[in-house]
Nanobody
Framework: QVQLVESGGGLVQAGGSLRPSCAAS????????MGWVPQGPGKEREVGAF????????NYADFVKGRFTISRENAKNTLYLQMNSLKPEDTAAYYC?????????????????????WGQGTQVTVSS
């Protein structure tokens, strides 16, 4: 079965950096759109960034644009999120999500409802 396992969250001061990762198994990783989806306290899950399988095109929500970078290593079935210039409002559980297989599938990947598989999340806490 499909498993997505996040790691690399933690506690960091405002302005600091973290690089969570997500190890995927049970799917043809390169064929899936992958996303990072934060869920802050009392908030809905909202896609922060996603990356296509083929060609690795990326897309970012305004609240992370210019500070976070999503990337993937298909040979290692691993997804990353480089988080820089962290702010207290970035505090959230960060979920790895997979949608697809992409093929000719057209979906609004910026919406969390487009994803089929989810990890358990890794907590990121930013202190002021």
């Amino acid at each position: 079965q499909v498993q997505l396992v996040e790691s690399g969250g933690g506690l960091v001061q405002a302005g600091g950096s973290l690089r969570p990762s997500c190890a995927a198994s049970g799917l043809t990783f390169s064929r899936y759109v992958m996303g990072w989806v934060p869920q802050g306290p009392g908030k809905e899950r909202e896609v922060g960034a996603f990356i296509r399988g083929w060609g690795a095109r990326t897309n970012y929500a305004d609240f992370v644009k210019g500070r976070f970078t999503i990337s993937r290593e298909n040979a290692k079935n691993t997804l990353y999120l480089q988080m820089n210039s962290l702010k207290p409002e970035d505090t959230a559980a960060y979920y790895c999500a997979a949608g697809g297989p992409e093929g000719g599938l057209i979906k609004p990947w910026i919406l969390s409802t487009s994803y089929d598989y989810w990890g358990q999340g890794t907590q990121v806490t930013v202190s002021s």
